[in-house]
T-cell receptor, first 113, second 116 residues
Framework: QKEVEQNSGPLSVPEGAIASLNCTYS??????FFWYRQYSGKSPELIMSIYSNGDKEDGRFTAQLNKASQYVSLLIRDSQPSDSATYLCAVNDPGGGADGLTFGKGTHLIIQP | ETGVTQTPRHLVMGMTNKKSLKCEQH?????MYWYKQSAKKPLELMFVYNFKEQTENNSVPSRFSPECPNSSHLFLHLHTLQPEDSALYLC???????????????FGPGTRLTVL
C-alpha cells in the first residue's frame, strides 16, 4: 500500500515569511512528485512538479526532492494571504504512461496578514 | 483550468436514483481519471482510462460504473448509492506518454455529490 504522509496542520505563517511544507512517501520506486494547491470548495491546481533530486524553483515556489530520504518539500517565499489554502503532495508510479496519483491528506496553510 | 470541464457541478440524489457525471477535456490528452475526495481523507483514485481503455480499477464498488467513449469524454454512472458516497468527484486528464514518468494530471472543477 503506497502512502504519502503530510502534516495536516494548520500551519500558520506571517505574511512575507517563508512557508515550508513537507511530505514523505513510502514507495522507493516513485519517480514523479507533484504539489497541488486546493482552495476550499475548489479542485486541485498544479503548483510544481519535480522528478530529480535537488531543488526546482518557479517564482516564489521552490520544490525540493531527496529520493534517498523519500522526502519532498515545498517552500513558498514572501508568503501572501492568497497563498492560504490546502497543499497536496502527490506521487506517481514509475511505470510511465497513465498512472493514478497517490495523494497525501494535505497541509492546511494559513498566511496571517 | 478550463481545459477540463465537469457537469453537473452539484448533484443531490436519493439512494434509488440513477445519475451520471460527465467530464470533458479539451487538452488533447490521452488518459482520463476519476478521483473521489471525501472529508478528512486524501484524494482516492477510482478509475484510469488510457486511450479509451480502462487500465485501473481501484477496487471501486460496482454501483460506480465508468464509461470512456473516446479520449476526450469520461462518464461515471451512479446507481443505488449510499450516503457515505457523498463526496467531491474529480476528473483529471494527462498526456500519458508511454515510458515517460513525467506525466502531469490536470483536474476539472469537480462534482459535489450528496446522497440522501
Amino acid at each position: 500500500q503506497k502512502e504519502v504522509e503530510q502534516n495536516s496542520g494548520p500551519l500558520s505563517v506571517p505574511e512575507g515569511a517563508i512557508a515550508s511544507l513537507n511530505c514523505t512517501y513510502s514507495d522507493r520506486g516513485s519517480q514523479s512528485f507533484f504539489w497541488y494547491r486546493q482552495y476550499s470548495g475548489k479542485s486541485p491546481e498544479l503548483i510544481m512538479s519535480i522528478y530529480s533530486n535537488g531543488d526546482k524553483e518557479d517564482g516564489r515556489f521552490t520544490a525540493q526532492l531527496n529520493k534517498a530520504s523519500q522526502y519532498v518539500s515545498l517552500l513558498i517565499r514572501d508568503s501572501q494571504p492568497s497563498d492560504s489554502a490546502t497543499y497536496l503532495c502527490a506521487v506517481n508510479d514509475p511505470g510511465g504512461g497513465a498512472d493514478g496519483l497517490t495523494f497525501g491528506k494535505g497541509t492546511h496553510l494559513i498566511i496571517q496578514p | 483550468e478550463t481545459g477540463v470541464t465537469q457537469t453537473p457541478r452539484h448533484l443531490v440524489m436519493g439512494m434509488t436514483n440513477k445519475k451520471s457525471l460527465k467530464c470533458e477535456q479539451h487538452l488533447g490528452h490521452n488518459a482520463m481519471y476519476w478521483y473521489k475526495q471525501s472529508a478528512k481523507k486524501p484524494l482516492e483514485l477510482m478509475f484510469v482510462y488510457n486511450f479509451k481503455e480502462q487500465t485501473e480499477n481501484n477496487s471501486v464498488p460496482s454501483r460506480f460504473s465508468p464509461e470512456c467513449p473516446n479520449s476526450s469524454h469520461l462518464f461515471l454512472h451512479l446507481h443505488t448509492l449510499q450516503p457515505e458516497d457523498s463526496a467531491l468527484y474529480l476528473c483529471a486528464s494527462s498526456r500519458a506518454i508511454a515510458g515517460a514518468s513525467t506525466d502531469t494530471q490536470y483536474f476539472g472543477p469537480g462534482t459535489r455529490l450528496t446522497v440522501l
